[in-house]
């Protein structure tokens, strides 16, 4: 797979390089990938909040809250979450609310979604109290050896760890967001402006695609009228460029924060996973100078002797992470550190360049290079292979799907 960063191209190898894919598609229908969220805790069964386990199919977690929320007469605000789930396929999760009766919820249809228990507990649900997910994928049009690639991969990912890759995923529909963050830390207001309207032939409806055309030319007028209502950012940009179609970053300025938040999020995700591949072939191992991290509780440590630390790395105890980076990241040492600034400097951008002030300052943390695989299974039925694996939170089923297939 390959993906534009910014100026450069990072190509998405595979750790199983050497085991031919099986081919395939996923997603074809809504029960093609179902996602069950494993809890950090089950509801204690009292207290004023109530866990709501709920089933969604082709709709994001937020939309689901809203649905609910309108459904029960309560403020969108007061529900709880412990992950953000997307539109694909059928998803099973938690959340909470307050001054509802279980009694009254259980069972019920709001509005689509399906209310599978309700339980009372003490605490709000928040994001993050959640050990990870389960998955159940199916890929359909594989190879007639399907089963033997999938039991060689899936025992190599077992062994070695799965690649925390992010994955196209994370870049939006046009593949452009990771773009749009960039110009972002880069002030290039211009540049931020290009990316988030976009390329044509990354849209295929042709009055959208007409619009972008109409912008690559000047029309900014031209280009506003024919932009499609759902693109609300791009016609407050526009609108704004109709008037002074060179006040670029007071145009940018019409953009959402939530959504400026997310684009320079993506642009952190893609530098990640940038890190991911120059130590694909040795992702299961630490080096001197590596912040490694403990995968009972997430706490890092600077790793002095690689040497000392190799049996924990080969027991899945540690592994070596990557930089999402920010102001105030913890930084590694050695070649680690120098391979990380080597990055950056290559995408001419600084550590101090992710505080865009307030709300956009961004940080920075470890992310692990790998995760455990988790009881993985897999049958072939027809020309289908069904998947069945756990990932911990913050981690893509789409890391172990392309491993298996080599499709994408």
């Known amino acids: 797979m390959t993906t534009q ?98 009694e009254d919820v259980a069972g019920r249809d709001l509005d689509g979604v399906k209310v599978v228990s309700a339980v009372r507990h003490g605490n709000k649900l928040k994001l993050g109290h959640l050990k990870g997910n389960r998955f159940r994928i199916v890929v359909r049009g594989v190879s007639a050896d399907a089963t033997a690639i999938a039991s060689s991969v899936l025992a190599v990912l077992a062994e070695r760890g799965v690649p925390n890759w992010f994955g196209s995923q994370r870049y939006g529909g046009q593949g452009n967001s990771h773009q749009i963050g960039a110009a972002m830390l880069r002030r290039d207001w211009r540049a931020a402006v290009d990316r988030l309207i976009g390329d044509p032939l990354a849209v295929r409806d042709e009055e959208w695609r007409a619009a972008i055309s109409a912008y690559l030319q000047g029309d900014m007028v031209v ?59 040795e992702i299961d191992r630490v080096v001197a100078g590596d912040l490694a991290w403990k995968h009972i509780n997430g706490a890092c440590f600077l790793v002095e002797d690689a040497v000392v630390e190799a049996q924990r790395a080969a027991s899945f105890e540690i592994s070596a992470t990557g930089p999402m980076f920010g102001t105030k990241m913890k930084q590694p040492g050695g070649p680690v550190l120098a391979m990380e600034q080597q990055l950056l400097a290559d995408e001419g951008v600084t550590p101090q360049a992710f505080d865009l002030g307030g709300w956009l300052r961004m940080e920075g943390e470890r992310r692990p290079l790998r995760v455990p695989l988790g009881e993985p299974a897999y049958s072939l039925e027809g020309d289908s292979l069904v998947l069945e694996f756990g990932l911990p939170k913050g981690s893509y089923a789409t890391s172990v799907v392309r491993e298996i297939t080599k499709s994408f």
């Not at 082709?58 to 029960?72: Q, S, Y």
């Not at 019409?254 to 991911?276: C, E, G, N, T, W």
Request: glycine share 8%; with cysteine; hydrophobic share 35%.
């Open 5 to 102: 960063y910014g100026n450069t191209i990072a190509v998405h190898g595979y750790l199983t390089e050497e085991i031919p894919g099986c081919g395939g598609v996923i997603k074809e229908a809504p029960e093609d990938f179902v996602v069950t969220e494993v809890p950090a805790y089950e509801p204690s069964g009292s207290g004023e909040h109530v866990y709501l386990t709920i089933e969604k199919r082709g709709m994001t977690t937020l939309e689901a809250i809203r649905r609910v929320a309108k459904e029960l007469r309560v403020p969108e605000r007061d529900v709880g979450y412990a992950g953000m789930k997307d539109s694909v396929g059928v998803t099973r999760q938690a959340i909470s609310l307050q001054r509802i009766r279980p």
């Open 223 to 281: 280009a506003m009228h024919l932009m499609p209502r759902h693109c609300r950012s791009e016609r407050d940009i526009l609108q704004r460029l109709a008037g002074r179609s060179d006040a670029w970053e007071k145009a940018f300025g019409a953009v959402h924060p939530r959504l400026k938040k997310l684009y320079l999020s993506a642009y952190q995700s893609s530098l990640f996973d940038m890190i991911v591949e120059r130590r694909l072939a």
